[in-house]
């Protein structure tokens, strides 16, 4: 656990107050920041997708239509 100082507006700081509560300022901050910057592991992602053959069947029947429909 790291502690961290921040300056605020007193309104910032009065609606975080009323949203979270004194005593959950922090743990609501947290749970709505750290989806924002946690980074997807992005290869397994499209790994996974690839390994979809039905997916990848239809992706590839959409982009044939494409080049048929000269788009």
């Given amino acids: 656990m790291q502690k961290l100082t921040l300056t605020i ?7 975080l107050y009323q949203v979270a509560g004194k005593r959950n ?9 750290l989806p924002l910057i946690e980074q997807p592991n992005l290869d397994s992602a499209y790994q996974a997708m690839a390994a979809d053959e039905l997916r990848e ?12 429909d000269g788009i």
């Fill in 9 to 15: 507006s007193e309104n910032f700081y009065n609606a």
């Fill in 25 to 33: 300022i922090s743990k609501f901050i947290e749970d709505k920041l």
């Fill in 57 to 68: 069947k239809e992706a590839q029947e959409w982009c044939e239509g494409l080049i048929s």
